[in-house]
T-cell receptor, first 118, second 116 residues
């Protein structure tokens, strides 16, 4: 079974600065998907960014980008120009592409709380 | 589009009581999932469904049952609630074509359940 580890329970960043959240995972599969989800105080889970393992190019969505290191099984999220609205819990998640493995089940890390200070 | 909705948003149960959480989606998604979220543990899969009339166990299924009688609805039942089931419950759905991996999961707003 795959495991996802987020070793930073909390990260603090000043507005307009950059913060990087780390995520490592363990898998024996060669193809899979990785995600970062944001959960603000409203509890709503919001997809931030997705990375397909077969793509070497790192995914980018506006101020959010990832550093995907497949050999190291590392998937970090960089938030640039941080805004107060970025304050939330961020979850890293893994999804197998194997159709026999829970049909798209997401394996989540424990989460990293991002605090943004003015 | 309402997306994924969950009923109720909050609930307090006494130990031994039963209840059903309702999840509804209006996106014609094939796949639906129930997760629970506990502090420091992220979300864990309870049960899931790959189509109307089919369900399967996830990572932490004990104490829960599910049903998918209609494609748009996925019900999670607690027959005899226990304090260990105090958690936030999330429903999710995703589009998928039979035989191929599903796409991103869309989440409901969650239900906070407290069992005393």
């Amino acid at each position: 079974a795959q495991t996802v580890t987020q070793s930073q329970p909390e990260m603090s960043v000043q507005e307009a600065e950059t913060v990087t959240l780390s995520c490592t995972y363990d898998t024996s599969e060669s193809d899979y998907y990785l995600f970062w989800y944001k959960q603000p105080p409203s509890r709503q889970m919001i997809l931030v960014i997705r990375q397909e393992a077969y793509k070497q190019q790192n995914a980018t969505e506006n101020r959010f980008s990832v550093n995907f290191q497949k050999a190291a099984k590392s998937f970090s999220l960089k938030i640039s120009d941080s805004q107060l609205g970025d304050a939330a819990m961020y979850f890293c998640a893994y999804r197998s592409v194997m159709t026999t493995d829970s049909w798209g089940k997401l394996q989540f890390g424990a989460g990293t709380q991002v605090v943004v200070t003015p | 589009n309402a997306g994924v909705t969950q009923t109720p948003k909050f609930r307090v149960l006494k130990t031994g009581q039963s209840m059903t959480l309702l999840c509804a989606q209006d996106m014609n998604h094939e796949y639906m999932y129930w997760y629970r979220q506990d502090p420091g543990m992220g979300l864990r899969l309870i049960h899931y469904s790959v189509g109307e009339g089919t369900t399967a166990k996830g990572e932490v299924p004990d104490g829960y049952n599910v049903s998918r009688l209609k494609k748009q609805n996925f019900l999670l039942g607690l027959e005899s609630a226990a304090p260990s089931q105090t958690s936030v419950y999330f429903c999710a759905s995703s589009y998928g074509i039979s035989g191929t991996p599903p796409y991103e999961q869309y989440f409901g707003p969650g239900t906070r359940l407290t069992v005393t």
